[in-house]
């Protein structure tokens, strides 16, 4: 059965829903305004009179509910049905879950599956809906699962990873079986092995003279000529706006809902508190475990730098000493060439009028410090060594006079670092603007011709969102032709590789896309059902975040599906979220993302916070960039979301702003345990995350982590790979399944489920 996009008429929405979705909207574009760059998490967010308030007016309505016959009858029923999928989940593998819940009195207490390591569990038994009624306890389930739905649709249909764990659980509420072979996962290609060519031309696939045309902002793929003018379209999942506009209204209406709010704000302090209580409890023989694993330890587990800009790869001193480097050996090459004149290293150096020798890391003047906080424009200038913009275009450029040499000279280098540490590897940026057509076929020869390969690096390909830039210069008509630029040549070397060799072979290496520039720029436009096509934004002013990340995503998909078609590999969407701007960034990441970078901003809303949590959705976190960016590095919520079991994961993004050391990842974990107090198995923890987040292909992740990484729990961790010990992993397993049974129960008993059936 060919794969399809399901479509949803805006006749099926809620009117109430969509109402307070805009309404979350406009408070959203209202707080851009109005807010003051500085005052970013220092404002609580309620006065503590208002707090009180609330707290009484929940407090007389749980009171109310609890002389309701009705009410103690449907709890009744919750505390029945719990026992009942306590003792019928526990002893099933697939389904393992459910310690801290309660038990029946009755119920003797079932006994653990072989694989799971014996600690000390902490349970909780009574009344577990006590501090919120049964129906707001039911309504914030429904919404959690309506919503873990909607993003399990978008995954698998970009062959986006969705966790196992939540969809047993949610084939569990449609009462279906989950079957492994229906999982969809991405198609990433293993590196080349020893003595294979990675940049050869053999072997690649025939033209399938199909047609291609960009329809709405998304390419459109045609059999032949006869069906595109019939307008009969390759059978391939196509997106639509609407569609789109009313999955997201529904989750942003949930993130607005009271009850929900409450229901997931407390779970998440549950969290918090239930990891603290199993750290006390079971310090020492997560320590013990891991002192038993021979040869592994923190330096030789895998690590991943989940989000790096290969124009920042390297640090500071390294880009100051290759600068000198190529001044002493190669002063008269011409480098550059402006108004048909051709330029030397050396008179570029007489015009700035210095003497590279003379150069220290103090006046290459590329560190992030005090002056960019809550300072991105001045942040972007540090790319520019002395405040040199051709010193950029010389050094850090694919696209220049001499094609890239000496940017690709740098990476190398840097790779080789990688590759010499042997347990590190990179995914650096590489960045398509959409200006013209022609950009990918000059990239993809820069990294052919200047053999950047590296089996310690995944290339990912960054999309800057300054489509007004490019409008207010007349350099493209509309935005449409921004998307035809980054997408129509991936869609004709993926139809006809013949033609398009040089991007067929470096796409191979290329993993993923990212949506990068500074969030906090405001956009006067609403998203909505009613926003304009693509072809009919030709003002100036930037579309908003949410357009851009659908319109880059329903390309990706229909791309995926097409290659997934030919056998080729796929990619993911990994843009930037949450570092700055509105909290409806990570609404629209939450539906279309496999994974984000930052996530800063989930720690305002209680309920994106416990989505992520349960879907499990990755987030590439950068303590130092933020410090010197947007987020003091004492406020960063990294170790609180790992405490709660978000899969986070450490990197770098820009070592040449940010860091000092020849290993900027390394540098970036000591930091964070230093300061944090980490645990080794914290960190071994955050670093098998990076692992499985990363784009390295399935092979690699099964040699690095584990063959069967893929299972839940400690099935699924090969401690002698990982040195992350199997208490951990059990621990993070059944407190993750105890949170999804409990809105499936919830729906389940709603809807007529009784203990005898």
Known sequence: MPRQFPKISLNDVDEK????????????????????????????????????????????????????????????????????????????????????????????????????????????????????????????AQSLLKALFIREKYSRLAYHRFPRTAARFLRSAENEMWREEDEVLPDIWPCPGEGEDPY??????????????????????????????????????????ETFAIDLSQVLAMIADGPTKTYCHRRLNFLASKFYIHEMLNEMAELKELKGVPHRDFYNVRKVDTHIHAAACMNQKHLLRFIQTTYQTEADRVVLEKDGQKITLKQVFDKLTMDPYDLTVDSLDVHAGRQTFHRFDKFNSKYNPVGASELREIYLKTDNYIKGEYFARLVKEVAQELEESKYQHAEPRLSIYGRNPEEWQSLASWFIQHKVHSPNMRWMIQIPRIFDIFRSRKLIPHFAKMLENI??????????????????????????????????????????????????????????????????????????????????????????????????????????????????????????????????????????????????????????????????????????????????????????????????????????????????????????????YLQDGPGGNDIRR??????????????????????VDAVKTEAGATPDE
Not at 206 to 234: F, T
Not at 606 to 611: E, K, S, T
Not at 680 to 693: F, G, H, K
Request: aromatic residues 10%.
């Open 487 to 708: 997408f129509l040549p991936l869609f004709e070397a993926t139809v006809n590789p013949q033609k398009n060799k040089e991007i067929h072979v470096f796409l191979k290496y290329v993993t993923g896309f990212d949506s990068v520039d500074d969030e906090s720029k405001h956009s006067h436009h609403m998203f909505s059902y009613k926003s304009p096509k693509p072809e009919e934004w030709t003002s100036e002013d930037n579309p908003p975040y949410s357009y851009y990340l659908f319109h880059m995503y329903a390309n990706i998909m229909v791309l995926n599906n097409l290659r997934k078609e030919r056998g080729l590999n796929t990619f993911q969407f990994r843009p930037h979220c949450g570092e700055a701007g509105s909290i409806t960034h990570l609404v629209s990441a939450f539906l279309t993302a496999d994974n984000i970078s930052h996530g800063l901003n989930l720690k305002k809303s209680p309920v994106l916070q416990y989505l992520y949590y349960l879907a499990q959705i990755p987030i590439a976190m950068s303590p130092l960039s933020n410090n010197s960016l947007f987020l003091q590095y004492s406020k960063n919520p990294l170790r609180e979301f790992l405490q709660k079991g978000l899969c986070v994961s450490l990197s770098t993004d820009d070592p040449m702003q940010f860091h000092y050391t020849k290993e900027a990842l390394m540098e970036e974990y000591a930091i964070a345990a230093q300061l944090w107090k980490l645990s080794t198995c914290d960190v071994c923890e955050i670093a098998r995350n990076s692992v499985l987040q990363s784009g390295l292909s399935h092979q690699e992740k099964k040699h690095f982590i584990g063959s069967n």
């Open 722 to 743: 990982t040195n992350v010990a199997q208490i951990r992993m059990a621990y993070r397993h059944e407190t993750l399944c105890n949170e999804l049974s409990f809105l």
């Open 17 to 140: 829903v969509r109402l307070l979705a805009e309404k979350v909207y406009a408070s959203a574009l209202k707080e851009e305004d109005t807010k003051e760059a500085l005052a970013m998490f220092t404002v609580p967010e309620d006065c503590p009179i208002g707090l009180h308030e609330d707290r009484e007016r929940e407090l007389m309505k749980e009171l109310a509910e609890q002389q309701s016959d009705e009410s103690a009858k449907r709890k009744k029923s919750f505390r029945l049905k719990r026992s009942q999928s306590v003792s019928s989940q526990i002893p099933i593998r697939a389904d393992w879950a459910l310690f801290d819940a309660p038990f029946s009195p009755a119920a003797p207490e079932p006994s653990l599956p072989d694989d799971f390591p014996e600690f000390q569990r902490v349970t909780i038994s009574g009344d577990y809906c006590a501090g919120i009624t049964v129906e707001d306890y039911e309504q914030a």
């Open 200 to 241: 050869s031309m053999e072997g690649i696939p025939e033209d399938l003279n199909y047609e291609l045309k960009m329809k709405d902002g998304i390419v459109n793929v045609y059999d032949d000529a006869e069906a595109l003018r019939q307008q009969l379209p390759h059978s391939l999942p196509y997106p639509d706006l």
